[in-house]
């Protein structure tokens, strides 16, 4: 299918990083100038950019600017400063798997790099191509999609739903799962999304709705406490979700609520499908126990804009992500193809297939 241009999230511009603050949409659409990897690292921290495949990009980009800034004839000196950024931008957020795999990319080119060559060059060239990959694989995974829903379902019209925003925002461009929701728009074979408002930092509300409308896609905005009722009674034959990290046995890292949303699926025979790139999988780990889960300020969940709306002091517990174990999974999406029921076997095939 043809390619489709959507907003970009981040962008390289004139040997700076532009990141579009994801914080103030849909309201203000401005974008942020990045001249170092300390001030990226923050802005991966407080949530400008978010999305693992997104903020995998934005730390490969952090890494230009921290050679840009460091490199120098004394080359012990400058490798030892990028390290530090390195590691920096490593611990800016835990779950997404992305990060850590964009920076390992960054870390071998500086290693593998002959004499002779410009560390400032090169490492912008392998930052473009991890970004430019990454929204290839989108509209590759976009067909894919589709193929695999037909197949299961026939060509009638579906209704999905979907969490949290897996959109162009969240990744280099198009999406991973609103990319396949636009491929299926574009094929016909998509009635209605439900989009979860994904509490509390809202990304349905803000963001997948704001991605979706503006192409004219049915989009229905529904309270998270709400998907339950919905699936009962809507029609939703797909849950379509992108992922953080996904373990070598097929269990899945995204934002919190979608473990809810696969167990009241299989109860009313909704499928759930995943839609990530291999650089969310990691063959590291067995299985979905030993993905770290980001626990945030329970401020974000007490208060809204910077007003108190709880009770002051109450505890409170705010994980960020958690785990889909892989049998509740019916379809994983990569770049690299389609797992039906994926598991430790199936894995290890796919990630070994170029
Ligand atoms: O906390 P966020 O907004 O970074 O969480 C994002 C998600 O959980 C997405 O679903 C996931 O990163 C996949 S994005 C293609």
Redesign the pocket.
């Known amino acids: 299918m043809s390619q489709q241009n959507t907003v970009n999230a981040v962008e390289w511009h004139d040997g700076s990083l532009l990141l579009l603050d994801q914080r103030l949409l849909p309201q203000c659409e401005q974008y942020i100038e990045y001249r170092d990897a300390p001030a990226v690292a923050e802005a991966i921290t407080s949530?400008v950019v978010?999305?693992?495949?997104a903020?995998g990009i934005a730390a490969a980009y952090g890494v230009v600017l921290s050679i840009a800034q460091h490199y120098n004839s004394e080359e012990n000196a400058w490798r030892q400063k990028v390290a530090e950024d390195i590691s920096l931008l490593r611990d800016s957020r835990p779950t997404?798997v992305n990060l850590m795999w964009a920076l390992d990319q960054m870390e071998q080119l500086l290693i593998l790099l002959p004499s002779g060559e410009n560390p400032v060059l090169a490492s912008l060239r392998c930052a473009v191509d991890i970004h430019d990959s990454d929204r290839r694989n989108n509209y590759l995974m976009g067909d894919l999609a589709v193929d695999a829903i037909s197949q299961l379902s026939g060509s009638s019209r579906q209704v999905f739903m979907t969490?949290?925003?897996?959109g162009a925002l969240?990744?280099g461009g198009y999406?991973?799962?609103l990319g396949v929701i636009r491929s299926a728009w574009r094929a016909g074979i998509l009635e209605r999304v439900y989009m979860d408002e994904t509490r509390p930092?809202l990304?349905g509300t803000r963001l997948t709705a704001w991605e979706l409308l503006r192409e004219g896609i049915p989009a229905v905005l529904n309270a998270d406490g709400a998907a339950g009722h919905i699936l009962r009674d809507k029609g939703v034959s797909w849950i379509v979700?992108?992922?953080?990290r996904i373990a070598a046995n097929g269990d899945v890292a995204?934002?919190i609520g979608t473990y809810g949303l696969a167990v009241l699926a299989r109860y009313h025979g909704a499928r759930v499908m995943v839609v990530?790139p291999s650089s969310t999988i990691d063959m590291s780990i067995s299985c979905g126990k030993q993905i770290p889960i980001e626990e945030r300020d329970g401020d974000e969940l007490l208060r809204m804009n910077g007003q108190m709306l709880g009770v002051e002091g109450c505890p409170v517990t705010n994980p960020?992500?958690d785990v889909t174990t892989a049998d509740l999974v019916d379809v994983l999406v990569t770049e690299k193809g389609v797992l039906h029921k994926p598991d430790t076997g199936s894995m290890a095939v796919l990630m070994a297939s170029s």
Request: charged fraction near 10%.
């Open positions: 949530m978010r999305g693992a495949p903020i997404a969490h949290c925003n897996a969240a990744t999406g991973t799962a930092w990304q979700v992108g992922a953080d995204n934002k990530a960020v992500f």
